[in-house]
Nanobody, 124 residues
Framework: QVQLVESGGGLVQAGGSLRLSCAAS????????MGWFRQAPGKERDVVAV????????YYKDSVKGRFTISRDNAKNTLYLQMNRLTPEDTAVYFC?????????????????WGQGTQVTVSS
């Protein structure tokens, strides 16, 4: 079992930055693929960025490439998402997800552990 708790969401003006964190507890964090997903009002949950367990592979949704950075600190059992140059289109609930595997996974169906989500609102 892996428990995930997100933090760092909030209200920010367009062009601003936020850093999301996801604290993991339970089984070892090391051999665990991690990802950030988001769900905007009226839309399905979608991938934002994913990272493999050693941080050697990352994947980003096209619309966030060059603005968002996913990273992880295995010593602290924490996943991060640095979000820069935010736009109103980034407004959503952001979820942290984990899968107990050392592989790389991009779709939400591949993840079996989820946090409760943190709201990010970007005002224009």
């Amino acid at each position: 079992q892996v428990q995930l708790v997100e933090s760092g969401g909030g209200l920010v003006q367009a062009g601003g930055s936020l850093r999301l964190s996801c604290a993991a507890s339970g089984r070892t964090f090391r051999a665990t693929a991690m990802g950030w997903f988001r769900q905007a009002p009226g839309k399905e949950r979608d991938v934002v960025a994913v990272i493999n367990w050693i941080g050697s592979f990352t994947y980003y949704k096209d619309s966030v490439k060059g603005r968002f950075t996913i990273s992880r600190d295995n010593a602290k059992n924490t996943l991060y998402l640095q979000m820069n140059r935010l736009t109103p289109e980034d407004t959503a609930v952001y979820f942290c997800a984990a899968r107990s595997s050392s592989g790389t996974y991009i779709t939400q169906k591949d993840y079996n552990y989820w946090g409760q989500g943190t709201q990010v609102t970007v005002s224009s």
